[in-house]
């Protein structure tokens, strides 16, 4: 168990925020395979304000999905209590700051990584969000800008000043985006310069990798991302190998098929029949990843349409025999 503020972490592997996938059905597979706590993908500040739609849509929860963390994007500090009073009818855990997002849209206005080079602005930022917030506020940084200014390590010093309650680091550089080696050394010294606790974040793919990064950084828990995109039962996986240094079995066909068809269904509740197929393809090539001979039936569903024909592929694949390739566990 973490504390968090007055938050307890049950277990220490988190779901990470990603744009554009960790919605609502993202995260009930997420919760329904192992995943104790997940955070929502970024919102902006403004698209909060002014209770727009796709803000509607990412903030959509439920009983199921908690506990949560809720992450926010801004770097208008006069956004923030407005943003966060705009939450007041929502339930959630936690709520973050992203300092980390490398999207050029994003740094261009002073948002996301952007505020690792901006120290002042980012402290009156944890400072209004930790005098606001009735729940305990985090923050999401990366190692720096680039290989030349790498300054983690001020960053978190600095939002632990304004009393946030952990600091997540995604060990690269916005240079680096989302590739490139993970530097676990920057991540280990975050976490000795602390005394809140630090979750760290990047290539957490296996239970493998997470045991690299808990054993060579020290970090209090870790933020699965990609590693969860097809794979939910990354979860397991990295309990089961922390526990006891074993590779659990990987699902067999007939449970990603069932996991597939709900993900689907969920979808095509949240955003409609249209969209929620549109918003499944690129699902449906991550779980079927890893599966032999499946590329033909990948290149048909990509272009399904209707709830009925993108279930038809689902059963292709069910009754396709495709096997587990090789391991691709890292
Ligand atoms: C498609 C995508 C969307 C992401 N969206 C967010 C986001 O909304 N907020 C955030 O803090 N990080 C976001 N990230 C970064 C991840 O949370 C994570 O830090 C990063 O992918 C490194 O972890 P990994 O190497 O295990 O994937 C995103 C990453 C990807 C690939």
């Known amino acids: 168990m973490v504390k968090i503020g007055k938050f307890t972490l049950e277990k220490p592997y988190i779901l990470a925020p990603l744009s554009g996938v960790s919605d609502l059905p993202f995260r009930l597979v997420s919760r329904e395979a192992g995943c104790a706590f997940a955070?929502?993908?970024?919102?902006?500040?403004r698209s909060l304000c002014y209770k727009s739609n796709e803000a509607q849509i990412i903030l959509k929860s439920c009983a199921a999905d908690q506990p949560l963390g809720i992450q926010l994007l801004t770097h208008e500090p006069d956004i923030i209590a407005r943003a966060i009073d705009c939450l007041a009818g929502y339930k959630f855990d936690i709520l973050d700051l992203n300092a980390a997002c490398p999207v050029k849209k994003v740094i261009r206005s002073g948002a996301g990584s952007g505020l690792m080079r901006q120290p002042d602005k980012l402290k009156e930022l944890l400072t209004s969000m930790v005098a606001r917030s009735t729940v305990p506020v985090t923050v999401k940084i990366r190692a720096g800008w680039d290989s030349s200014s790498i300054n983690a390590v001020e960053i978190a010093k600095l939002a632990q000043d304004c009393g946030v309650a952990a600091v997540s680091v995604h060990g690269r550089t916005r240079k680096q985006g989302?590739?490139?080696?993970?530097d676990y050394d920057?991540?280990?010294k975050v976490k000795k310069s602390l005394t809140i606790p630090v979750i760290a974040?990047?290539?957490?793919?296996?239970g493998r990798l997470t045991k690299r990064m808990f054993d060579e950084t020290g970090c209090d828990v870790v933020m699965?991302?990609?590693g969860a995109t097809g794979n939910p039962w990354i979860f397991k996986e990295i309990e089961e190998f922390c526990r006891t240094g074993i590779l659990p079995e990987r699902p067999a066909l007939e449970v990603v098929a069932g996991i597939m068809e709900r993900h689907l269904g969920m979808n095509v509740e949240l955003y409609g029949e249209a969209r929620g197929v549109l918003h499944f393809r690129k699902f449906f090539g991550w779980y079927t990843k890893g599966f032999s001979r499946v590329r033909p039936l990948r290149m048909r569903a990509f272009l399904a349409k209707t709830k009925q024909e993108m279930d038809g592929f689902i059963g292709e694949f069910r009754s396709s025999g495709c096997e587990h390739m090789a391991s691709i566990q890292g």
């Open 39 to 45: 955070f929502t993908e970024m919102i902006s500040g």
């Open 178 to 182: 989302y590739s490139g080696a993970v």
């Open 186 to 188: 920057i991540i280990a």
């Open 201 to 206: 974040s990047g290539d957490i793919l296996s």
């Open 224 to 226: 699965v991302a990609r």
